[in-house]
């Protein structure tokens, strides 16, 4: 099983529609988990953390079920410049349970918004 | 500029030769972390530097060599280039701040596209 598992996509919506992607992650203690979107053949850039009570930047959502290990985004009111891959990213331990500047990628949703 | 570069950005070479890509950043981060990409993988960790003269193995680091002698230089060096190692390459750093490493933020370059013949 992977560590951080997504639905590859594509996503097609039409402009203005909500669009949820979720993600599920392995390790019940990972801590630190991340939405980074991707353009096309660009670098991945981070969207937001995800706080374990949620939370919101404008039309972005991402919530964090820690019991059923999964995390969230939610987009409302989708626009063209929307259209890209959208990465969950867990944030890896070290063996003993301290935290670590690694992170782990999920391999991307496909967000493409249509006109 | 300040930031995080890459080069070259695009690299054809063949099998059995060796190749260094280069990552330079201003920030003065003290992480810094090199992945490939590949279609169906996502990213995967080659090597990562928690500072210069540290560094150690991620996920996928055979066949790669990295070093840091200095903290704004993380080059990765293929030994003998292998077709599998064809993909894209991207360089991150980052710093623990004072969160403690939790919610800190990794900054990535723009990538070198590098393929084997």
């Known amino acids: 099983r992977k560590e951080v598992e997504q639905d590859p996509g594509p996503f097609n919506v039409p402009e203005g529609a909500t669009v949820a992607f979720n993600c599920t992650y392995s390790?019940?203690?990972?801590?630190?988990f991340f939405w980074y979107r991707q353009d096309c053949r660009k670098e991945p850039k981070l969207l937001m953390s995800?706080?374990?009570s949620g939370n919101e930047d404008g039309r972005f959502t991402a919530q964090l079920n820690r019991a059923s290990q999964y995390i969230s985004l939610l987009i409302r009111d989708s626009k063209l410049s929307d259209s890209a891959t959208y990465l969950c990213?867990?944030?890896?331990?070290?063996?003993?349970?301290?935290?670590?500047?690694?992170?782990?990628f999920g391999t991307g949703t496909l967000l493409a918004v249509q006109p | 500029d300040a930031g995080i570069t890459q080069s070259p950005r695009y690299k054809i070479t063949e099998t059995g030769r060796q190749v260094t890509l280069m990552c330079h950043q201003t920030w003065s981060h003290s992480y810094m972390f090199w992945y490939r990409q590949d279609l169906g993988h996502g990213l995967r960790l080659i090597y990562y530097?928690?500072?210069?003269?540290?560094?150690d193995k991620g996920e996928v680091p055979d066949g790669y060599v990295v070093s840091r002698s200095k903290t704004e230089n993380f080059p990765l060096t293929l030994e003998s280039a292998t077709r599998s190692q064809t993909s894209v390459y991207f360089c991150?750093?980052?710093?623990?701040?004072?969160?403690?490493?939790?919610?800190?933020?990794?900054?990535f370059g723009p990538g070198t596209r590098l393929t084997v013949l």
């Open positions: 530097s928690a500072a210069a003269d540290i560094t």
């Open positions: 991150a750093s980052s710093d623990p701040g004072l969160a403690g490493g939790y919610y800190n933020e990794q900054f």
């Open positions: 990213v867990v944030k890896a331990l070290m063996n003993y349970g301290g935290a670590t500047n690694k992170l782990i």
């Open positions: 390790n019940s203690a990972s801590q630190s």
């Open positions: 995800v706080y374990s």
